[in-house]
Nanobody
Framework: QVQLVESGGGLVQPGGSLRLSCAAS????????MAWFRQAPGTEREFVAG????????YYADSVKGRFTISRDNAKNTVYLQMNSLKPEDSAVYYC?????????????????WGQGTQVTVSS
């Protein structure tokens, strides 16, 4: 059974930083794609960033490009989302998700497994 557990959310002032973690278990993820999504109240879940576990390419939404960075620890099956220069509009519940196809897609409907989410609030 695939399990994804996010952590690292919290309250931060505009311009601050947070690092989210997603610990994955239950599979060998080498053929999977993983992504971060976020959802603010009253909005649709939107793609933030994603990568193919076995590849080097990382894809970012335009809204976070240059501010957010994905990294990973393969030994721990853990993925990190470093978020810098945070803005109030980055406030949302952040989710990690995986799909058993090694192609990153921005539609949340194409991901089979999801974590429980972690709240990020950017406010002064």
């Amino acid at each position: 059974q695939v399990q994804l557990v996010e952590s690292g959310g919290g309250l931060v002032q505009p311009g601050g930083s947070l690092r989210l973690s997603c610990a994955a278990s239950g599979r060998t993820f080498s053929s999977y794609a993983m992504a971060w999504f976020r959802q603010a109240p009253g909005t649709e879940r939107e793609f933030v960033a994603g990568f193919r576990w076995s590849g080097d390419m990382i894809y970012y939404a335009d809204s976070v490009k240059g501010r957010f960075t994905i990294s990973r620890d393969n030994a721990k099956n853990t993925v990190y989302l470093q978020m810098n220069s945070l803005k109030p509009e980055d406030s949302a519940v952040y989710y990690c998700a995986v799909r058993p196809v090694g192609v990153v897609r921005s539609s949340p409907n194409l991901y089979d497994y999801w974590g429980q989410g972690t709240q990020v609030t950017v406010s002064s």
